[in-house]
């Protein structure tokens, strides 16, 4: 067997594989089997006997001794001639095991037996390693980049197995570089061209998720649940947790003493702002969470149409809004409403920076040098007045006039 090299050993042949040593053994008998029946039409009389410390390999084949003139197969029957040139005490009717020695079957068939078996190892090795990581999808890996391409990165794990990470599933600001080390989670596996494929990803909020359990022991013991992600990868995520215990604060376990539990968490995903917000089933509650650190004043809740109305103090709208829209957009991803903001009519004066979303921040300037700071203040100075001592136009006065009067209409 060993002039074969087909195996030398299956100690070292399962370290370079993964493969069991039964299902090897098993593979080996197969094909060996199979070469039989191509042979001999049929394995039903013959023993494969493998010795897996050795990597010996013995063929044997029974026959039953009858008379020599009555013999009919010479695969299954041996004359009682030819079994007493094997042993001389055999009789009619006994059975008479004999080797086959591999060099009978002829190089042809020796060279065909190691094609089979190379390809069987390889077939194996790739239904290994799809079962090793279907079972690990929603897990946490950590790899080596390999090599960086336009469209995805190739990584490589402990075990020298090839991870895609395309660049859909990358945080915008992920740089690498050939072998930096990787973090990911494993989304997706398939078969493509009977090849398996593992997918990674860095955006899926499954990937926030296992990151919690790994930084704070409450939610990996089970005390504290994430009941719901949203992310905008490499901006701003929101997530809604509950504890099972009345004694833990979610929200404080999440974040640690002065943010260390979540510090990491929020370096790993290139500083993308984390929200942590308790849970409730009290929709007009969990969407005023949702909108922290806007400080609301009223919500209606229209449960049909799963919208809710928002009005907020004219200071606090671009709080719940957030810088390009985001706050506002996770909020509504994280309580399943449309969520629409109206600005509170005040009795009182409002500042014109307050209008820095309305009005250009020029022409707020323009204004607060002739000592008209507040909305009220230039409503209530004429507008031929304001053209003269601001050099504005008369159509740009009346549209910032409209604007501010819309304020306390």
Known sequence: MNNLNLISNFAEFKELTNIDKSTMIGVLEDVFRHMLIKTYETDENFDVIINPEKGDLEIWRNRIIVADDEVENENQQISITDAKL?????????????????????RRSVLSIRQNLAARILDLEKAVLFEKYSARVGEVVTGEVYQVWKKEVLVLDDEENEL?????????SDFYRK???????????????????????????EFLERLFELEV?????????????????????????????????????????????????????KNENIDVVNWTSNVQLFVQRALNPAKISSITIDEERKTAAV???????????????????LASMLTGYDIDVYREAEDEDVVLDEFSDEIDPWIIDALKAIGCDTAKS????PAAELAKRTDLEDETIKEILSILKSEFE
Do not use: H, W
């Open 86 to 106: 094997i042993d001389e005490t055999y009789e009619v009717g006994e059975e008479v095991a004999d080797e086959i020695k591999l060099k009978d079957f002829g």
């Open 164 to 172: 895609i990470l395309p660049k859909s599933e990358q945080i915008p």
């Open 179 to 205: 072998g930096d080390s990787i973090r990911a989670i494993v989304s997706k596996v398939e078969m493509r061209n009977n090849k398996p494929v593992i997918i990674l990803s860095r955006t899926a909020p």
């Open 217 to 269: 022991p409450e939610i990996f013991d089970g005390l504290i649940i994430i009941k719901k992600i949203v992310r905008i990868p490499g901006e701003r995520a929101k997530v809604a947790v509950e504890s099972y215990d009345e004694r833990i604060d979610p929200v404080g376990a999440c974040v640690g003493l002065k943010g260390s539990r979540i510090f990491s968490i929020v370096k790993e995903l």
């Open 311 to 329: 009005n907020l103090k004219p200071s606090e709208v671009s709080l719940a809004i957030g810088k390009s829209g985001l706050n506002i957009r």
């Open 378 to 381: 230039v409503i209530e100075t």
